[in-house]
């Protein structure tokens, strides 16, 4: 291992804060359980903590707050929970693999793709089941992040942390555009408005039996590529240096980010801003090292989701706010204050 190389490594280790770390996933894992509980309890009608425990655990058919505990709240409450760990993971494993600190499934144009093509679902495939309008939000997505890179290379100079959130933006304005001019030909705006707006409410069982497998394994993915993507953060040459089979390690990546971010548009339609936000915080918290990095997004996008989905019912009940708008609120100030940051660099 040449010098330039183990400095490197040994920096990496130097800010990493296990410790830290430990404690956030615990603690995360413990306040993600009392939210999920709060999200069940609260809605149009406020439901008990000790009734959410009773349907849980002895579930009573003949009982109507159980049966909307069962059947509407809680597998809005996993939906959250699941798409807010899958847009965090999907958000750290591009900036590591970019070294971009504006990446993100939604800024760089790939959950415009997954809306494309939902559009062009509804528009010629109606009656497609759940499970193919995933696959189908996959295959946009992939499109949408080959047109990005492949644009953002062509300059001179090649793919860089700027020209990439370029072409991202220009690519996510044209799908934006492409799938409204769907929607109105063909007058499916308001099949598409959910997409739009981003949310959880209405989401059954069977979705989260056909989502939560690959969300699942996406999670496991990142977290077994979460070394290579630490050091590929250092850069192309530190990793090549250190063994790394950068070519593998990035195909790996951008697979497990299109599995995440499709299958999580898929469920809930294109919600910006959880994947740039989490893993800042978690890089701020835990240090560089992706194997804390990856695990810590997934606990905190998770309890972000939850967190907003509560909120939106509290802003003005018995009305809600898209969970999308609550997550802007949020996530435009921050890009902005990066935007900021980065503008010396």
Known sequence: MSSPNAKALAGTKLRTRPLVATIILFGGIAALILSLALSISVGA???????????????????IQHQIIK???????????????????AGSVMQGMTRNPLADSSLLGINAGAGFMLAVCFAFFPSVSYLGLMFICFAG???SMGLVYGIGSLAKGGLTPVRL??????????????????????????DLAFWYAGGVAGTKWVQIQIVSPWVIGGLLGAIALSRSITLLSLGDDVAAGLGQRTGWVKAGGVIIVLLLAGTAVSAVGS????????????RFLVGVDYRWIIPCSAVLGSLLMVLADIGGRMVNPPQEVAIGIIIAVIGVPFFLYLVTKMKGE
Do not use: C
């Open 45 to 63: 009608a406020d439901i008990s903590l000790s009734t959410v425990w009773d349907a849980v655990f002895h579930f009573n058919a003949n009982e």
């Open 71 to 89: 059947e509407l709240r809680m597998p809005r409450a996993l939906a959250a929970a699941l798409v807010g760990a899958a847009f965090a993971v």
């Open 141 to 143: 997505a992939a499109v």
């Open 165 to 190: 959130t370029l072409a991202g933006a220009a690519v996510g304005a044209l799908l934006l555009a492409i799938t409204e001019g769907i929607a109105l030909y063909f007058k499916i705006g308001q």
């Open 271 to 282: 919600i910006g801003f959880v994947g740039l936000i989490i893993p800042h915080i978690s």
